[in-house]
């Protein structure tokens, strides 16, 4: 009788425990998907942060050009011959140098401007605006170019 009982235990323990050939075929499954998955994370943390930092350039952007027409809009400006600038009626004026758009001797974005190019329409003032933001560890460049219309802001 003890006999039976031990083999009824050991059948037992044999259909509840898995074949060293269905770990073998069930790991690289479960590895697979695993990676699927992470695949799909990276993806769409990487459209996130892109999405972010599309949104920060805009941003700031709109920040810079809403300053500068602001203060065009308290009396004339000039564009300066080389098309790098503006002067306005109170002798301040918005520079753009290497990667940096000045006015009054401070940047007034933090990100790398890569293109500044005021321009007269009639009596309206047309910016072009391109900044660059560096991708999140070592990831590539964000370049956004902008076109701002004063009096009408915000046409991209």
């Known amino acids: 009788n003890h006999a039976s009982l031990v083999s009824a235990n050991q059948r037992a323990m044999r259909s509840r425990a898995f074949s060293f050939i269905e770990i073998i075929v069930t790991l690289p499954m479960v590895a697979l998907l695993g990676t699927c998955v992470v695949m799909i994370f990276l993806s769409i943390r990487q459209k996130y942060t892109a999405a972010v930092m599309q949104g920060d350039l805009k941003l ?5 050009v809403t300053r500068l027409f602001s203060r065009a809009a308290t009396g004339p400006w000039d564009i300066h011959a080389d098309q790098r600038g503006l002067t306005f009626h109170d002798g301040s004026q918005v520079r753009w140098e290497g990667d940096r758009l000045n006015f009054q001797g401070h940047s007034l974005v933090s ?3 890569l293109s500044f190019i ?5 009596d309206r003032l047309v910016v072009n605006l391109e900044l660059q933001a560096a991708g999140r560890r070592g990831g590539p460049l964000l370049r956004r170019h902008f076109i701002y219309d004063f009096p009408r802001l915000g046409a991209e």
């Not at 700031?60 to 810079?64: C, D, F, P, T, W």
């Not at 005021?118 to 009639?122: M, N």
């Open 118 to 122: 005021p321009i007269r329409r009639g």
């Open 111 to 113: 990100h790398p401007v």
């Open 60 to 64: 700031e952007a709109r920040r810079a």
